[in-house]
């Protein structure tokens, strides 16, 4: 079984335990350190400090070669609880995605403002597509192999080359080259942009980049990146844990219908929607067993517009089980 799909299967009861999933006093109970609530945008934004500097590399960085990278600008504090968050799930039998439930993780996103507002645009949004990865020895023993993320057929770059969609990746522990960090091809390296995008692949092994980073700092790249996460070795110093999530501009239509504002409540449902429309989005390359499935079939519709965000190829699967429900029930 893939990784993906193991976390999930670790326990000998892990079928009946998917049940807790839905539950908020499950999750608050779990990590104490953390917080669920309706409103995680309630109180004021508390936007990082970022030396402007950082600003200029980060803006220039990502027009010329695609990415962006700063120092760490996440409270340690908070990388810490968020990283023993997701320990605290994997070992309780669950998926890391689901440290995405906590309001802390949405918060962080509103707090990058210094960093996200010059590159994106002032407004700028996240949205419900994202990831969590704990690379390790006893868990995924690598990140996810080469690929670029231009998911979404539509320009997601400006005339002067700023994104009008990144991927904002953060790491909550230290990564460098032993515990799987990130590594890309800087995008003015990369001879398949802007015209032949289905192919991956580099000429000279110097192109490449590997990005060690300090736990707090903050990585994005466009849609037409290359990059991929490398392979834990047994000389790791400890796990890589990190998430990796859309923002957007505010101007421009969103990419996808799961957008999140921040002036807006975010219920723990639609967090547990948005988790269940990714995990049934990777399904095609995870093969999560059937009982998972079934889960997600369940929290997705907890989302209004849940058809258009179910995968085409599961959309029957998806509409028999609800049949089967029914006819239970009835
Ligand atoms: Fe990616």
């Given at each position: 079984m893939i990784a993906e799909a193991a976390y999930f299967t670790r326990q000998p009861d892990w079928a009946s335990g998917l049940a807790r999933i839905a539950s908020t006093g499950f999750w608050r109970s779990l990590n104490p350190q953390l917080h669920l609530t309706d409103t995680p945008f309630s109180g004021p934004a508390q936007p990082y400090s970022v030396e402007p500097a950082q600003v200029s590399q980060a803006l220039e960085q990502v027009c010329q070669e695609g990415y962006l990278q700063t120092a760490p600008a996440i409270p340690t504090q908070?990388?810490?609880?968020?990283?023993?968050?997701?320990?605290?799930?994997?070992?309780?039998?669950?998926?890391?995605?689901?440290?995405?439930?906590?309001?802390?993780?949405w918060q962080i996103l509103r707090n990058l403002a210094p960093i996200f507002g010059p590159v994106l645009g002032d407004g700028y949004l996240p949205l419900g597509d994202?990831?969590?990865?704990?690379?390790?020895?006893?868990?995924?023993?690598?990140?996810?192999?080469?690929?670029?993320?231009?998911?979404?057929?539509?320009?997601?770059?400006?005339?002067?080359?700023r994104p009008l969609l990144v991927t904002a990746w953060l790491p909550f522990t230290d990564t460098d080259p032993l515990n799987g960090c990130m590594y890309l091809v800087p995008q003015d390296r990369d001879e398949f942009i802007p015209d032949r995008l289905d192919q991956l692949g580099f000429k000279n092994p110097q192109d490449l980049r590997a990005l060690p980073a300090r736990a707090g700092s903050v990585l994005a790249w466009n849609q037409y990146v290359q990059h991929w996460g490398g392979r834990y070795s047994r000389?790791?110093?400890?796990?890589?844990?990190?998430?990796?999530?859309?923002?957007?501009?505010?101007?421009?239509?969103?990419?996808?219908?799961?957008?999140?504002?921040?002036?807006?409540?975010?219920?723990?449902?639609?967090?547990?929607?948005?988790?269940?429309?990714?995990?049934?989005?990777?399904?095609?390359?995870?093969?999560?067993?059937?009982?998972?499935?079934?889960?997600?079939?369940?929290?997705?519709?907890?989302?209004?517009?849940?058809?258009?965000?179910?995968?085409?190829?599961?959309?029957?699967?998806?509409?028999?089980?609800?049949?089967?429900?029914?006819?239970?029930?009835?």
């Open positions: 908070l990388c810490e609880a968020l990283a023993q968050g997701v320990l605290n799930i994997i070992a309780a039998g669950l998926h890391p995605i689901y440290v995405s439930l906590y309001d802390e993780y994202f990831w969590c990865w704990c690379i390790s020895q006893e868990t995924s023993g690598s990140g996810w192999g080469a690929h670029r993320d231009y998911q979404f057929k539509s320009n997601a770059t400006r005339q002067d080359g000389w790791a110093k400890g796990p890589r844990i990190a998430t990796g999530v859309y923002l957007q501009s505010g101007d421009v239509e969103p990419f996808v219908g799961k957008v999140v504002h921040f002036d807006q409540p975010l219920l723990p449902a639609t967090r547990l929607g948005f988790i269940a429309s990714n995990i049934l989005n990777y399904h095609m390359y995870h093969h999560y067993p059937e009982p998972v499935l079934r889960m997600c079939f369940d929290h997705v519709q907890l989302l209004p517009n849940f058809v258009e965000l179910v995968p085409p190829a599961l959309r029957n699967p998806m509409a028999d089980y609800l049949d089967e429900l029914e006819t239970a029930g009835g």
